[in-house]
C-alpha cells in the first residue's frame, strides 16, 4: 500500500472498535498495520484525533496507532514534512472537549519530543510553558504537565538548564495548587525527580546542580513535607516519599537545614500509618498501583537513607534520641511492626502452603516482601551503628513480644521471628550478647506450647522455619528433646495444617543431617509423612505434595538403617497413577523410587509394584505419552539399585514389556536408559538367559534380536537425538555380548543404523557416542569391519565415518579410557586404508575454510591430536587443521577461567541444597576399555605412528601449531 485516503482510514478505525463482526475487526487490524509504512499516515491520524464529530472510541484508537507509529517509525520511514505537520497540528490536541483524548495527545507529544526536541523542535518547551501559563482547564493542565514529564525523564544533561529555567517554575506552581488534581501534582513532582536524576549524572555535589533547580528545591521541600502525613492524599504522599528518598540518597546537604523536622515527621507519620485502618487501593495515571504498603515501604526507604548518611544520621539519632536504650527499642517496636503480614498474603499463604515456604527461601537472598526487606535493611544498619547494643536491645525487644498471651496477635511474634532470624542469626553476634542456640530453642519451646501457635498456623511454620535457621546458622551438635517432639507431633498432627507441617519437615531434614540426635526421630516422622501421603485430603497437591515427597526421600536416604519403608513403594506408585498429570509429582515419585530401591525392606513391596507397573504400561496407546515416560523411568530406577534377586525378577518381569514398547515407538528414552542398566548389572550371559525365559520359543540368538530391536528403535530416525544420548555405550555392552555369536554380518542391520545416525549428528557428543560401538568393532575385527563399511552403502560408507570421525575429534570430551577407545578404534581402522579416496577438513572453523588430504595422511594426522588428547587430557587445539589459526593464550585463560566459575557455581549450588542426586552417570569404565584394547594403547598408537612416520611425517608438518610439533617430538622422537 503506498497512499490510503481518509475515509479508508475512518472505516479501518470504526470496523476496530466498534464492528461485531469479527472478520472485518481482523481485516481493519490488518489495514492500520499496512499504514504504518505509508507516507501521510501520520497527517490522517492527527486529523481523525483532532476531529470532534467523530465517536471517541474511534479517536482513542487513532491515538493509540499515532503513538505507535511515533514510537516505531519516527526516526526512519516518516519525511521531515510529514513531521513538520504532526509537530504543528497536535498541540491543538490539548484543547479537546474530552480529557482522556487530552492527556493522550500529551503522551504522544511527549513521545515525539524523545527525538525531536530540542534540536527539530526547539519551541517545544516554551509552547508547553505557555499553555501552562494561559490556560487554568484542568485536562489541558494534565496533558501539559504528562508531556513536560515525559520531556524530563529523556532530557540530556546538557539541556537540563534550559529546561529548569523554562519550566520548572510552573511545575512547581502546579505541585503549589491545591486544586489541582492529585496525578497532575504527582506528575509534576515526578518531572522534578527526573531532573534531580540527570543531575545525578553530572556530579552528586549540590553546588554543580542547575542553579534553578537548587533554589527550588527548599521551597518545594517545605511544600512536600506535610504531605507525607496527609492520609487523605496516599498518591502525593507516596510521591512526596519518592521525592525525599532521591533527595536524602544523593544530595543530603540540600535538606540538611530541615532534617529534624523531617525526620521526626517521617516516624510520626510511619507510627499513625501502620496503626490505622487500610488505605484505600489506589492506581496512578501509569497504571502503577499504591496502597498502604507502598506508602510504609516508602516511609522505610526514607529511615533507611536517613542512617546511611552522616549528617543525617545524626540528626536522627538527636531527634529520636536514639542514645536511650528505651528510644532504640520503641523504634525497633515499631519496625517490627512494619513488617507483619498483610491480610492479602496471609489468605494467599494459608490457601497455597507451598508458596509459603518458596518464599521464606527467596526471602533469605532479598526477594520477599518490600516491607520485611526494607526493615532487614534498617537493622543491618542500626547494628553497623550500634554494634553490640542494638542486637542485645533487638533481643530483648524480639523476646518481649514473643511472651505469647491468650491476646497475642501472632502475626506480631511472626515478624518479629523474621527480624531476628534473617538480620541477627548468626554467631558472632549473638555470642557477645551471651545469647545461644538454647535460647533461641526456648523461644521456639515457649512458642509452640502456646494456644495462640496451635491455632497460627503461619506463626508454627515460622518458628520451625527459624530452627532450620538456627541448626545451620549457630552449628548445633543437638537439639532438646522438647523441641525435636515438637517436630514430630507437628508433623503427625492431622489437624495441623500444611504450611506448618511442610515448615515442620523441612526442620526435621535439617535436624537429623545436622546433629547427631535426629535419627533417632526419623522412623516416626517417615510413618507420619507416609500416613499423610496414604490420605485423601484435597488439600494434598502442587508445591505442598512435591515438598513431603522430597522431603521423605531425604529422610529415607540418610536413615536407610533405622526407618521401615516397607509399605512406601505401594503408597508412591498409587500416587504415580493418581497424579500422572502433574509432570512435578511424578518427577518426585520417580526420585523417591530411586532411594526406595536400595532400602532392603522395601523389596516385598518392590515385587508387587513392578508387576503393576507393566500391567498399567501395557495398553500404552490408552495412555499420557508423559505417564508411560514415567513409569518406564521408574523401572529404571528400579534397576539401577536393585537387589541382586530383585534385579533378575525386574528383569523377568519388565523385558517382555520393554520390547513391546518399543515397537509400539513408545518412552525409547526411558527404554534405552532400563535396558542399559540390565545389560551392565545382569551381564551379557545372564541378560540372555532371562531374555529366553521371556521370549516364548525363544533361543540365545532371539534375546540377542531382542535387545537389538530396542536398541534399533532408539537409533531410528524418528526420534530425536536426545534419545541417543550415551546409547554409544549401551550398543557398546550388546556388541561385547553378540559379536562372538552373530558377528559383523549378524550386526550388519544395528551397524548401518548407526552409520547412518551418525551421518546426521549435530553434536561432537552424539558423534562421540556413536563412535564407540564402531570402535569395538575395529579392534575386534578391523578387516572385516572396514570392508562392511566399504559395502555398506551406496557411498562408501568408511570415507564417510572417517571424515566425521577427524573432524569431531577437537570437540570430544569425556574419561581417558573412552578417549583411548576411541583413539585404539580409529588407529584399528586405520591400518586398512588406503588413498583410494580423499577426506575433507575444516582448515579454519573462524574462516569457514575446507582442505582435501589423502585418506591416509588426514588418518594420520588425526590420530596424533587425538593422541595428545589422551596424553596431555587437555586438546590443546580447536581447529583440527587450522594451519596455527588456534585459540590465543588469552582466549584460552578466559576459557579455563570460565571452567573454573562453572565448577564453582556448581560446588556452591550443591554445598546449598538440602538434597543432591548423587548418583553418577553411566560411564565407559577402565575395565570396558581394557577388555577391547587391553592396557597399552598409547604406546601400540605411538609404535604405529613412528612405523608410518617416514612417508607421512613431513607432509603432516604444516598441519600442526608449533606447540603440537613440539609435544608429538617429545612423545614419539621425531
Request: charge should be negative; proline fraction near 4%.
Given at each position: 500500500?503506498?497512499q490510503?485516503?481518509?475515509?479508508v482510514l475512518?472505516?479501518?478505525?470504526a470496523?476496530?472498535?466498534?464492528?461485531?463482526?469479527?472478520?472485518?475487526?481482523?481485516?481493519?487490524?490488518?489495514?492500520?498495520?499496512?499504514?504504518?509504512?505509508?507516507?501521510?499516515?501520520?497527517?490522517?491520524?492527527v486529523?481523525?484525533?483532532?476531529?470532534?464529530?467523530l465517536?471517541f472510541?474511534?479517536?482513542?484508537?487513532a491515538?493509540?496507532?499515532l503513538?505507535k507509529?511515533v514510537?516505531?517509525?519516527w526516526?526512519?520511514?516518516?519525511?521531515?514534512q510529514?513531521k513538520?505537520?504532526?509537530?504543528?497540528?497536535?498541540?491543538?490536541a490539548?484543547?479537546?472537549?474530552?480529557?482522556?483524548?487530552t492527556?493522550m495527545a500529551?503522551?504522544v507529544?511527549?513521545?515525539?519530543?524523545?527525538h525531536?526536541?530540542?534540536?527539530e523542535?526547539?519551541?517545544?518547551?516554551?509552547?508547553?510553558?505557555?499553555?501552562?501559563?494561559?490556560?487554568?482547564?484542568?485536562?489541558?493542565?494534565?496533558?501539559?504537565v504528562?508531556?513536560l514529564?515525559?520531556?524530563a525523564?529523556?532530557i540530556?544533561?546538557?539541556s537540563?538548564?534550559?529546561?529548569?529555567?523554562?519550566?520548572?517554575p510552573?511545575?512547581?506552581?502546579?505541585?503549589?495548587?491545591t486544586t489541582?488534581?492529585?496525578?497532575?501534582r504527582r506528575?509534576?513532582?515526578a518531572?522534578?525527580?527526573?531532573?534531580?536524576?540527570t543531575?545525578?549524572?553530572?556530579?552528586?555535589?549540590?553546588?554543580?546542580?542547575?542553579v534553578?533547580?537548587?533554589?527550588?528545591?527548599p521551597p518545594?521541600?517545605?511544600?512536600?513535607?506535610?504531605?507525607?502525613?496527609?492520609?487523605?492524599?496516599?498518591?502525593?504522599?507516596?510521591?512526596?516519599l519518592?521525592?525525599?528518598?532521591?533527595?536524602?540518597?544523593?544530595?543530603?546537604?540540600?535538606?540538611?537545614?530541615?532534617?529534624?523536622?523531617?525526620?521526626?515527621?517521617?516516624?510520626?507519620?510511619?507510627?499513625?500509618?501502620?496503626?490505622?485502618?487500610?488505605?484505600?487501593?489506589?492506581?496512578?495515571?501509569?497504571g502503577?498501583?499504591?496502597?498502604?504498603?507502598?506508602?510504609?515501604?516508602?516511609?522505610?526507604?526514607?529511615?533507611?537513607?536517613?542512617?546511611?548518611?552522616?549528617?543525617?544520621?545524626?540528626?536522627m539519632?538527636?531527634?529520636?534520641?536514639?542514645?536511650?536504650?528505651?528510644?532504640?527499642?520503641?523504634?525497633?517496636k515499631l519496625?517490627?511492626?512494619?513488617?507483619?503480614?498483610t491480610e492479602?498474603?496471609?489468605?494467599?499463604?494459608?490457601?497455597d502452603?507451598?508458596?509459603?515456604?518458596?518464599?521464606e527461601?527467596q526471602?533469605?537472598?532479598?526477594?520477599?516482601w518490600?516491607?520485611?526487606?526494607?526493615?532487614?535493611?534498617?537493622?543491618?544498619?542500626?547494628?553497623?551503628l550500634?554494634?553490640?547494643?542494638?542486637?542485645?536491645?533487638?533481643?530483648?525487644?524480639?523476646?518481649?513480644?514473643?511472651?505469647?498471651?491468650?491476646?497475642?496477635?501472632?502475626?506480631e511474634?511472626?515478624?518479629g521471628?523474621?527480624?531476628?532470624?534473617?538480620?541477627?542469626?548468626?554467631?558472632k553476634?549473638?555470642e557477645?550478647c551471651?545469647?545461644?542456640s538454647?535460647?533461641?530453642f526456648?523461644?521456639?519451646n515457649?512458642i509452640l506450647?502456646?494456644?495462640?501457635?496451635a491455632?497460627?498456623?503461619l506463626?508454627?511454620?515460622r518458628?520451625f522455619w527459624?530452627m532450620?535457621?538456627?541448626?545451620?546458622s549457630?552449628?548445633?551438635?543437638?537439639?532438646p528433646?522438647?523441641?525435636?517432639?515438637?517436630v514430630?507431633?507437628?508433623?503427625?498432627?492431622?489437624?495441623?495444617?500444611?504450611?506448618?507441617?511442610?515448615?515442620?519437615?523441612?526442620s526435621?531434614i535439617?535436624v537429623?543431617?545436622?546433629t547427631v540426635?535426629?535419627?533417632?526421630a526419623?522412623?516416626?516422622?517417615?510413618?507420619a509423612v507416609?500416613k499423610?501421603?496414604?490420605?485423601?485430603?484435597p488439600?494434598l497437591k502442587?508445591?505442598?505434595?512435591?515438598?513431603?515427597?522430597?522431603d521423605l526421600?531425604i529422610i529415607?536416604?540418610?536413615?536407610?538403617?533405622?526407618?521401615?519403608?516397607?509399605?512406601?513403594p505401594r503408597?508412591?506408585?498409587?500416587?504415580?497413577?493418581k497424579?500422572?498429570?502433574?509432570?512435578?509429582?511424578?518427577?518426585?515419585?520417580?526420585?523417591?523410587?530411586?532411594?526406595?530401591?536400595?532400602?532392603p525392606?522395601s523389596?516385598?513391596?518392590?515385587?508387587?509394584?513392578?508387576p503393576?507397573?507393566?500391567?498399567?504400561l501395557?495398553?500404552?496407546d490408552?495412555?499420557?505419552?508423559?505417564?508411560?515416560?514415567?513409569g518406564?523411568l521408574?523401572?529404571?530406577?528400579?534397576?539401577?539399585?536393585?537387589?541382586?534377586?530383585?534385579?533378575?525378577?525386574?528383569?523377568t518381569?519388565?523385558?517382555?514389556?520393554?520390547?513391546?514398547?518399543t515397537v509400539k515407538?513408545?518412552?525409547?528414552?526411558?527404554?534405552?536408559?532400563?535396558?542399559?542398566?540390565l545389560?551392565?548389572r545382569v551381564?551379557g550371559?545372564?541378560?540372555?538367559?532371562?531374555?529366553?525365559?521371556?521370549?516364548?520359543?525363544g533361543?540365545?540368538?532371539?534375546?540377542?534380536v531382542?535387545?537389538?530391536n530396542?536398541?534399533?528403535?532408539?537409533?531410528?530416525?524418528?526420534n530425536s537425538?536426545?534419545?541417543?544420548?550415551?546409547?554409544?555405550?549401551?550398543?557398546?555392552?550388546?556388541?561385547?555380548?553378540?559379536s562372538?555369536?552373530?558377528?559383523?554380518d549378524?550386526?550388519?542391520?544395528?551397524?548401518g543404523?548407526v552409520?547412518q545416525?551418525?551421518t546426521?549428528?549435530?553434536?561432537?557428543m552424539?558423534?562421540?557416542?556413536?563412535?564407540?560401538?564402531?570402535?569395538a568393532?575395529?579392534i575386534?575385527?578391523g578387516?572385516?569391519?572396514?570392508s562392511?563399511?566399504?559395502?555398506s552403502?551406496?557411498?562408501?560408507?568408511l570415507?564417510?565415518?572417517?571424515?566425521?570421525?577427524?573432524?569431531?575429534?577437537p570437540?570430544?570430551?569425556?574419561?581417558?579410557?573412552?578417549?583411548?577407545?576411541?583413539l585404539?578404534?580409529?588407529?584399528?581402522?586405520?591400518?586398512?586404508v588406503g588413498?583410494?579416496?580423499?577426506?575433507?577438513?575444516t582448515e579454519?572453523?573462524?574462516?569457514?575454510k575446507?582442505?582435501?588430504?589423502?585418506?591416509?595422511?588426514?588418518?594420520?594426522v588425526?590420530?596424533?591430536?587425538?593422541?595428545?588428547?589422551v596424553?596431555?587430557?587437555?586438546?590443546e587445539?580447536?581447529?583440527?587443521?587450522?594451519?596455527?589459526?588456534?585459540?590465543?593464550?588469552?582466549?584460552e585463560e578466559?576459557?579455563?577461567?570460565?571452567?573454573?566459575?562453572?565448577e564453582e557455581?556448581?560446588?556452591?549450588?550443591?554445598?546449598?541444597?538440602d538434597y543432591?542426586d548423587?548418583e553418577?552417570e553411566?560411564?565407559?569404565?577402565?575395565e570396558?576399555?581394557?577388555?577391547?584394547?587391553g592396557?597399552?594403547?598409547?604406546?601400540?598408537?605411538?609404535?604405529?605412528?613412528k612405523?608410518?612416520?617416514?612417508t607421512?611425517?613431513?607432509?603432516?608438518?604444516?598441519?600442526?601449531?608449533?606447540?603440537?610439533?613440539?609435544?608429538?617430538?617429545?612423545?614419539?622422537?621425531?
Amino acid at each position: 500500500m503506498t497512499q490510503i485516503s481518509e475515509a479508508v482510514l475512518l472505516q479501518s478505525l470504526a470496523d476496530v472498535t466498534s464492528s461485531p463482526d469479527a472478520a472485518k475487526r481482523a481485516a481493519g487490524e490488518k489495514v492500520l498495520v499496512e499504514c504504518l509504512t505509508v507516507p501521510g499516515f501520520g497527517v490522517e491520524l492527527v486529523k481523525a484525533l483532532l476531529d470532534e464529530s467523530l465517536p471517541f472510541a474511534t479517536r482513542q484508537l487513532a491515538a493509540v496507532v499515532l503513538k505507535k507509529l511515533v514510537k516505531e517509525r519516527w526516526d526512519e520511514g516518516i519525511s521531515e514534512q510529514e513531521k513538520t505537520s504532526i509537530r504543528t497540528s497536535l498541540p491543538a490536541a490539548f484543547n479537546l472537549s474530552n480529557s482522556k483524548l487530552t492527556t493522550m495527545a500529551g503522551v504522544v507529544v511527549g513521545e515525539i519530543a524523545t527525538h525531536d526536541y530540542p534540536e527539530e523542535w526547539p519551541t517545544l518547551l516554551t509552547d508547553l510553558v505557555g499553555v501552562l501559563g494561559s490556560c487554568q482547564a484542568p485536562p489541558v493542565v494534565a496533558a501539559t504537565v504528562k508531556c513536560l514529564r515525559l520531556i524530563a525523564e529523556d532530557i540530556p544533561s546538557d539541556s537540563a538548564e534550559n529546561f529548569c529555567e523554562t519550566a520548572l517554575p510552573g511545575l512547581c506552581q502546579v505541585i503549589e495548587t491545591t486544586t489541582v488534581a492529585p496525578n497532575v501534582r504527582r506528575n509534576a513532582l515526578a518531572a522534578v525527580d527526573s531532573l534531580l536524576q540527570t543531575a545525578t549524572e553530572v556530579s552528586l555535589k549540590a553546588a554543580d546542580m542547575p542553579v534553578k533547580l537548587r533554589s527550588s528545591i527548599p521551597p518545594l521541600c517545605a511544600l512536600c513535607i506535610p504531605m507525607i502525613s496527609d492520609r487523605s492524599q496516599p498518591l502525593l504522599a507516596s510521591a512526596a516519599l519518592s521525592f525525599f528518598n532521591l533527595l536524602i540518597s544523593c544530595f543530603p546537604s540540600v535538606v540538611e537545614s530541615m532534617l529534624p523536622t523531617l525526620i521526626s515527621l517521617t516516624c510520626n507519620s510511619l507510627s499513625q500509618l501502620v496503626g490505622s485502618e487500610s488505605v484505600e487501593d489506589g492506581y496512578t495515571s501509569d497504571g502503577d498501583t499504591f496502597n498502604k504498603d507502598t506508602l510504609i515501604s516508602g516511609h522505610l526507604e526514607l529511615i533507611r537513607n536517613f542512617l546511611k548518611k552522616k549528617k543525617s544520621r545524626q540528626a536522627m539519632e538527636k531527634s529520636l534520641q536514639l542514645n536511650d536504650d528505651a528510644k532504640i527499642k520503641d523504634l525497633m517496636k515499631l519496625l517490627i511492626r512494619c513488617s507483619w503480614l498483610t491480610e492479602d498474603e496471609v489468605e494467599d499463604y494459608l490457601a497455597d502452603p507451598g508458596s509459603y515456604v518458596q518464599n521464606e527461601e527467596q526471602f533469605e537472598e532479598g526477594y520477599s516482601w518490600t516491607s520485611r526487606e526494607v526493615c532487614c535493611g534498617i537493622f543491618e544498619e542500626l547494628h553497623e551503628l550500634y554494634k553490640q547494643k542494638s542486637v542485645k536491645n533487638l533481643l530483648e525487644t524480639c523476646q518481649a513480644l514473643l511472651t505469647i498471651t491468650p491476646t497475642t496477635d501472632w502475626r506480631e511474634a511472626e515478624a518479629g521471628l523474621v527480624i531476628l532470624s534473617t538480620c541477627f542469626l548468626n554467631t558472632k553476634r549473638l555470642e557477645k550478647c551471651g545469647f545461644t542456640s538454647a535460647q533461641v530453642f526456648n523461644v521456639c519451646n515457649a512458642i509452640l506450647s502456646t494456644p495462640v501457635a496451635a491455632s497460627s498456623p503461619l506463626l508454627s511454620a515460622r518458628v520451625f522455619w527459624l530452627m532450620n535457621k538456627t541448626i545451620r546458622s549457630l552449628k548445633v551438635d543437638s537439639v532438646p528433646p522438647q523441641t525435636l517432639q515438637f517436630v514430630v507431633s507437628c508433623v503427625s498432627n492431622e489437624a495441623m495444617s500444611h504450611v506448618a507441617k511442610t515448615q515442620a519437615s523441612r526442620s526435621f531434614i535439617t535436624v537429623h543431617k545436622k546433629t547427631v540426635n535426629g535419627s533417632a526421630a526419623a522412623p516416626a516422622v517417615v510413618d507420619a509423612v507416609r500416613k499423610m501421603l496414604a490420605s485423601k485430603d484435597p488439600a494434598l497437591k502442587g508445591d505442598t505434595l512435591n515438598s513431603y515427597i522430597e522431603d521423605l526421600a531425604i529422610i529415607i536416604d540418610v536413615n536407610k538403617k533405622v526407618v521401615d519403608v516397607s509399605s512406601l513403594p505401594r503408597d508412591a506408585i498409587l500416587l504415580w497413577h493418581k497424579y500422572h498429570t502433574d509432570p512435578f509429582t511424578v518427577e518426585a515419585v520417580t526420585d523417591l523410587f530411586s532411594i526406595l530401591t536400595s532400602c532392603p525392606s522395601s523389596e516385598p513391596s518392590m515385587r508387587e509394584v513392578v508387576p503393576y507397573l507393566t500391567n498399567q504400561l501395557s495398553n500404552p496407546d490408552a495412555l499420557p505419552p508423559g505417564m508411560v515416560s514415567s513409569g518406564v523411568l521408574i523401572l529404571s530406577h528400579i534397576t539401577k539399585k536393585a537387589s541382586e534377586n530383585l534385579l533378575h525378577f525386574v528383569a523377568t518381569t519388565a523385558l517382555p514389556l520393554l520390547e513391546f514398547l518399543t515397537v509400539k515407538q513408545h518412552a525409547t528414552s526411558s527404554i534405552a536408559l532400563c535396558l542399559r542398566y540390565l545389560v551392565t548389572r545382569v551381564g551379557g550371559e545372564n541378560l540372555q538367559k532371562i531374555a529366553i525365559q521371556s521370549v516364548v520359543k525363544g533361543t540365545q540368538e532371539t534375546a540377542l534380536v531382542t535387545s537389538l530391536n530396542i536398541i534399533q528403535h532408539t537409533l531410528s530416525p524418528e526420534n530425536s537425538e536426545h534419545s541417543l544420548s550415551q546409547s554409544g555405550k549401551l550398543i557398546l555392552q550388546v556388541i561385547g555380548a553378540a559379536s562372538s555369536q552373530i558377528g559383523v554380518d549378524g550386526l550388519s542391520g544395528l551397524l548401518g543404523m548407526v552409520v547412518q545416525r551418525l551421518t546426521s549428528a549435530t553434536t561432537s557428543m552424539i558423534a562421540q557416542e556413536l563412535l564407540l560401538p564402531l570402535c569395538a568393532m575395529s579392534i575386534q575385527n578391523g578387516a572385516s569391519f572396514s570392508s562392511f563399511l566399504r559395502t555398506s552403502g551406496p557411498q562408501n560408507g568408511l570415507q564417510i565415518v572417517l571424515q566425521i570421525w577427524v573432524n569431531w575429534i577437537p570437540d570430544f570430551w569425556g574419561s581417558k579410557h573412552e578417549l583411548q577407545l576411541l583413539l585404539a578404534g580409529l588407529t584399528s581402522l586405520a591400518q586398512h586404508v588406503g588413498d583410494d579416496f580423499t577426506l575433507e577438513f575444516t582448515e579454519s572453523k573462524k574462516k569457514g575454510k575446507t582442505v582435501a588430504l589423502p585418506a591416509t595422511l588426514g588418518v594420520f594426522v588425526a590420530i596424533c591430536k587425538l593422541l595428545l588428547s589422551v596424553v596431555d587430557q587437555r586438546d590443546e587445539s580447536k581447529d583440527i587443521f587450522g594451519f596455527g589459526d588456534c585459540s590465543t593464550d588469552e582466549e584460552e585463560e578466559e576459557f579455563i577461567e570460565e571452567e573454573d566459575e562453572d565448577e564453582e557455581a556448581e560446588e556452591e549450588e550443591g554445598e546449598g541444597s538440602d538434597y543432591s542426586d548423587s548418583e553418577e552417570e553411566f560411564v565407559l569404565s577402565k575395565e570396558t576399555v581394557l577388555s577391547l584394547c587391553g592396557d597399552s594403547v598409547v604406546d601400540n598408537v605411538k609404535s604405529y605412528l613412528k612405523s608410518r612416520m617416514a612417508t607421512l611425517g613431513q607432509p603432516a608438518l604444516p598441519y600442526f601449531t608449533e606447540k603440537e610439533r613440539q609435544a608429538l617430538q617429545k612423545h614419539l622422537g621425531a
